[in-house]
């Protein structure tokens, strides 16, 4: 299993970016994905995942509204469009794999969330 970030970067307030996570390794189509963040200092946060097929989206409440969740079967890509950013949104941005088709809700991502990318920083500052 591999999973590669890319997309971050430095943004304005008010900004957008977009990220990819391209999958190898497994059939992506089979398996739920998320996106979690860390900021320096603070633990890491789920931020938002999908369901294989798309049936179940779920997003933190920090980001409703503002980030969408998508993904390209065909291209075995995960995807976060990130727009109306803020500095608080400051931080090294992961996917991760679920164990099966399905979103685990959990606060204990790291284990219940067996594979995970290196992660790609995005800087929201004027």
């Known amino acids: 299993v591999q999973l590669v970030e890319s997309g971050g970067g430095l943004a304005q307030p008010g900004g957008s970016l977009r990220l990819s996570c391209a999958a190898s390794?497994?059939?992506?189509?089979?398996?739920?994905m998320i996106w979690a963040h860390q900021a320096p200092g603070k633990g890491l946060e789920w931020v938002a995942g999908?369901?294989?097929?798309?049936?179940?989206?779920m997003y933190a409440d920090s980001v409703k509204g503002r980030f969408t969740i998508s993904r390209d079967d065909v291209k075995n890509t995960l995807y976060l469009q990130m727009n109306s950013l803020k500095p608080e949104d400051t931080a090294m941005y992961f996917c991760?794999?679920?164990?099966?088709?399905?979103?685990?809700?959990?606060?204990?991502?790291?284990?219940?969330?067996?594979?995970w990318g290196q992660g790609t920083q995005v800087t929201v500052s004027s």
């Open positions: 999908m369901s294989s097929g798309g049936s179940e989206i």
């Open positions: 991760a794999r679920a164990p099966s088709a399905k979103l685990v809700q959990t606060t204990r991502l790291w284990v219940d969330y067996p594979y």
């Open positions: 390794g497994f059939t992506f189509s089979s398996y739920a």
